[in-house]
């Protein structure tokens, strides 16, 4: 008799487990449909060797008179430009456009530089040694960096200028979206 007891409880422990597993389950699924939405980082470009990021709002879901827009959304002031969906816009396109900014310059570049390489180490004749190649590469590349200091400066110039202005817009937006939250939570104590 105690160990048909002993069974009896075992079986509603058991059974629950499985009601409180059952429960779990539904609440969270093992299977979304829905597309998971934060930017993902795709792998290095074989030129550049800058990782793209791919951005949970691909430029599809940007509204077209945004694309290629020859105006900066600043440049227009009007009543709703402090709305945060203005913010939200320009912040996701100035951080677009500072991210095609650095691959190209990047790509083009390292384009150049591994022609560049490429001429030099083919001019070598075809018997030269292992050294003679260094000596040739270690010239080629003093004056590879003399004679890119000056575009790289004024990449690295506007590549921070750009940056200065992204993390502004993004301070922006984020206190945009604190002010709302905090009206709803004033709104809803008000309210209660």
Known sequence: MASLLNISHNFGTLSLARQCCISTLKTSRALHVSQSRHDLVAPPDPVSHMR????????????????R??????????????NR????????????????????FWLDSNTRFYSAKEVI????????????KEEALSVFLKQWVVQENERTDAYTAE???RNVELIQMGARVEYHRLKT?????FKRQDAA
């Open 52 to 67: 793209p990021i791919l951005y949970d709002n691909p430029p599809s879901q940007i509204p077209a008179q945004y694309l």
């Open 159 to 161: 590549w921070r200028s």
């Open 181 to 185: 939250r905090l009206a709803k939570f």
């Open 85 to 104: 969906c203005d913010h939200e816009l320009q912040f996701k396109l100035l951080r677009q456009q500072l991210d095609s900014l650095h691959q190209d």
């Open 121 to 132: 180490l083919s001019s070598l004749p075809k018997n030269a040694t292992v050294r003679d």
């Open 69 to 82: 827009h020859p105006y900066s959304l600043s440049e227009f002031k009007t009543e709703s430009s402090d």
